[in-house]
């Protein structure tokens, strides 16, 4: 089974800096892209950064030069540093992996779909 844990969600003012993880299994997170989504109150969830398991990394418009999101090999897991935060920012932060259906050390045999965290909250204030 595929199980993402997130941490590192809190308050922080607007121009602050705030980080988040993700891990995983080190299967998983050997072979499969990853990604942070965000979701704000009565709006849809929207792709915030992804990382390749290449280290290849897309940023969404609103968050390019102020956030990154970069693997870290030994820990199995995945991070977002947000830096420069604006109120926007404000939301739930998901850790999601879109994994390739197959056999996966320590996870049995995965079905290739998505997979989500519980989320992680992050409030930017004025």
């Known amino acids: 089974q595929v199980q993402l844990v997130e941490s590192g969600g809190g308050s922080v003012q607007a121009g602050g800096s705030l980080s988040v993880s993700c891990a995983t299994s080190?299967?998983?997170?050997?072979?499969?892209?990853m990604g942070w989504y965000r979701q704000a109150p009565g709006l849809q969830r929207e792709l915030v950064a992804k990382i390749t398991s290449g280290g290849i990394t897309n940023y969404a418009d609103s968050v390019k030069g102020r956030f990154t999101i970069s693997r870290d090999n030994a820990k199995n897991t995945v991070y977002l540093r947000m830096n420069s935060l604006k109120p926007e920012d404000t939301a739930v932060y998901y850790c999601n992996v879109e994994v390739a259906p197959g056999w996966y050390n320590g996870a049995g045999y995965v079905p290739g779909r998505s997979y989500w965290g519980k989320g992680t909250p992050v409030t930017v204030t004025s």
């Open positions: 080190r299967s998983i997170y050997r072979f499969n892209d």
